[in-house]
């Protein structure tokens, strides 16, 4: 009797007490995200680092096959640990119902988790944590995309108990990759609220293309044009040696089509980053490939020059994986189109280990797309790229540097960029006076307008090459390689540099420091203006930290009209010559300044950039810092509060307006509140003994007071 109440209860998703006194949910209830949090793109949980017992039914066991003592860890992938994935007892739930428990030590066999098979249904106690960016690339990747995982309690037998065992029945709802991702001009990126729901939850994904960048897998969904990669974490798809033994599977071909993939959604680290949203078949029979199509493995043009003349033939070259494809050597075909009229094919012919075709000369500013296919003798046929098409532009003379770091856009085609020759005239806005020579590297900067991605770095491996002797206001004329290098896309190795004219001006371009700390780096319309000289006007200073709490050489600011954190972003200090650092040791050896909380600066001029997540703006010299002051230099309206001294609140003599705020600076000029108020009543019951001042802002005006609390 008493384990048919405990079933029913377990249907019903009847939050229970557990041992100790741990909160008991169900993996629904534990797994459910509220839309406000979905709203700000946050996927932390509620009952992170707490201890909680959870109640669900096994859908991926820890070990391959439990019930004949085979105790591999069946996702592998995963260093080695043990993972189970529980889904809640109500099988008809499709989203919000997953969770990942994890036990790090495979060697801990007091708890039974290795024992767990697909259908146990158990109560187990765990600890909460997130899952970590990590490193390869991790390490920038905002905390609130860290979703939970749970840890089971070590060494502990009452931590896990097996209440009964049925026979599940999981749906696979059928998906697509464009529920998980979406396609912006900066690439593609999460869909949150979409994509959310289906984590940990098995789903479906049908009629794919497989692309393969090593040993990393994309599935390429051609109806809506976006990705989503696949993670092997059993073995079973990849030649990894914990589980190739037992399995039949063969290397996915580029091309090749999967007619279905079966898993679960769950985060995992491919081309260097963590993934959240990944599509992980546990079983061979999960996967439903066709056959392996010959595979291209790329189709390049001449380097020489980004934008071929209309003069030039433009030679193309591709390599074709024929070890298990025999080719029909007729149907190598590379296919061109002038400016949106009908495709006309050239062959692709045999050269040395390759394979060449050329697309003869074309007129100035013609828009030339082209792509690949390769037909074997069997009539299976792949194309180079998988969608759409390549393309370049053909351009007489100097291109700007917005043409080629802004190139004109052409609908599903891509444009090859990184190595191809450039050149360029812009006049010098940082020479090798600017900035300190072995921080970042050496490097200068041009601009050629105040036209948006107007800016490029040129840099050359010899620290003595001749392009450093160029001087801020020389107009230069500069041929390289153009190349996205770890200080982002720059002329490197310049092989001819021409000084053209001398002592030239370019004016910054003038951004609102609200739209600087407002913004995300590398996903805002600010990338415009990256590498490019701005300005930004009346500012505060947060914090001698970055504006993430760290001290990595930068120190926050933000709009003095509205001086709140999450307004700031980052004044660099490291790289431009100027007085200020964040470090003592700088400050004692090279006797540079300190920058002072709570003093205003009416300017700082500089270069965009970023740091991690922040819009950064670094200063090239002390001439780029208008008037520094403290915030109360020119603030003339000095009122009287009430009661003074308080161990409470302060009361203003004046009504305040909606959105008004208030900085308090303590006796040494160091702020320690800023907030948001919305009435005449300053909380500060808060605050140790002691004397301060506070700074109102409000739409009627600017205004400061004294105030004193004691307890």
């Known amino acids: 009797m008493k384990t048919v109440l405990l079933a029913f209860a377990i249907a019903l998703g009847i939050i229970t007490t557990a041992k100790a006194d741990y909160p008991t949910l169900s993996v629904a209830q534990f797994a459910q995200i509220s839309d406000d949090s979905l709203k700000v793109e946050s996927l932390r949980s509620p009952y992170e680092n707490d201890t909680i017992t959870l109640v669900g039914m096994v859908a991926v066991p820890p070990c391959v096959d439990a019930a004949k ?76 995309y860290r979703t939970p995982a749970c840890m089971v309690l070590p060494g502990t037998e009452s931590a896990l108990t097996v209440l009964k065992n049925q026979v ?26 979409e994509g959310a729901p289906y984590l940990r939850m098995p789903v479906t994904l049908e009629n794919l293309t497989v692309f393969r960048n090593g040993g990393d897998v994309l599935l390429w969904d051609e109806n809506t044009s976006t990705f989503i990669s696949m993670a092997d974490l059993s073995g079973y798809f990849t030649e990894k040696p914990h589980r190739f033994l037992d399995s039949e599977y063969s290397v996915f071909t580029n091309g090749q089509k999967i007619k279905k993939i079966r898993g679960y959604i769950l985060p995992s680290f491919a081309f260097n980053q963590l993934q959240l949203f990944s599509i992980v078949p546990i079983f061979p029979s999960d996967v439903e490939a066709g056959p392996a199509p010959p595979e291209i493995l790329g189709l390049s043009r001449s380097f020489d020059r980004l934008f071929p003349s209309s003069e030039s033939t433009v030679s193309l070259s591709a390599v074709i994986n024929t070890m298990n494809n025999p080719l029909n050597t007729d149907s190598l075909l590379v296919y061109y189109s002038k400016d949106n009229e009908p495709f006309v094919s050239t062959k692709l012919n045999a050269d040395g280990a390759g394979y060449t075709a050329e697309i003869p000369a074309m007129p100035n500013n013609t828009i030339v797309r082209y792509y690949a296919v390769a037909i074997d003798k069997k009539g299976i046929s792949s194309r180079f790229p998988l969608s759409g098409t ?45 900035i300190r ?45 153009f190349s996205n290098t770890n200080n982002g896309w720059s002329i490197t190795s310049p092989t001819e540099f021409e000084l053209l004219t001398q002592q030239n001006n370019i004016d910054p371009i003038i951004i609102h420091a609200d739209s600087l700390g407002k913004a995300n780096a590398w996903n805002s319309s600010l990338e415009q203006w990256r590498g490019m000289l701005i300005e930004v006007r009346d500012l505060i200073i947060l914090d001698t930290n970055a504006k993430n709490g760290r001290n990595n050489g930068a120190f926050a600011v933000a709009s003095s009209l509205n001086p709140l954190r999450q307004n700031a972003f980052n ?45 950064t703006i670094v200063p090239r010299t002390n001439d780029d810092f208008g008037t520094v002051a403290t915030i109360f230099s020119d603030v003339e309206t000095d009122v009287a509060v009430h009661p003074n001294p308080t161990s409470t609140s302060v009361t203003l003599p004046f009504e305040i307006t909606e959105n008004s705020k208030v900085i308090i600076v303590n006796s040494i000029g160091k702020i320690v509140e800023t907030r948001l108020i919305d009435d005449s009543q300053i909380t500060v019951n808060t605050l140790p003994v002691g004397q301060y001042f506070a700074y109102i802002v409000t739409a009627n005006g600017e205004y400061k007071c004294r105030f004193n609390v004691m307890k």
């Open 69 to 144: 003592n085979d105790f591999r860890p069946l996702l592998a992938g995963l260093n080695g640990i043990y993972v189970c994935v529980l889904r809640d007892t109500n099988q008809t739930l499709t989203t919000f119902a997953g969770v990942s428990i994890l036990q790090t030590d495979t060697n801990d066999k007091e708890t039974n988790f290795h024992t767990l098979k697909i259908g146990d249904i158990v109560r187990i106690t765990v600890v909460v944590e997130p899952i970590n960016g990590g490193g390869g690339g991790g390490n920038n990747f905002p905390s609130r």
């Open 390 to 434: 390549l393309h370049y532009q053909v351009k007489d003379g100097i291109a700007t540097i917005a043409d080629i770091l802004n190139p004109t856009q052409v609908p599903n085609s891509q444009m090859a960029r990184n190595n191809y020759g450039v050149s360029v005239e812009g006049v010098v806005t940082t020479d090798t006076n600017d």
């Open 168 to 193: 599940g029945s999981f749906s696979y709802p059928k998906v697509t990759p464009s529920q998980f991702y979406q396609n912006t001009q900066f690439g593609q990126e999460y869909s949150i609220a």
């Open 437 to 481: 020579f072995g921080v970042i590297g050496r490097y200068i900067t041009i601009q050629d307008s105040q036209n948006p991605f107007s800016a490029l770095q040129v840099s050359a491996f010899n620290p003595l090459h001749p392009i450093y002797e160029f001087k801020r206001g020389d107009k230069v004329k500069i041929s390289g390689k």
């Open 571 to 615: 004044v660099e200090t490291n790289i431009g010559m100027i007085q200020y650092t964040t470090f003592d040791t700088l400050r004692q050896v090279l006797k540079r300044e300190k920058p002072i909380i709570g003093y205003k600066i009416s300017w700082i001029r500089g270069i965009l950039s970023s740091n991690n997540q922040t819009y």
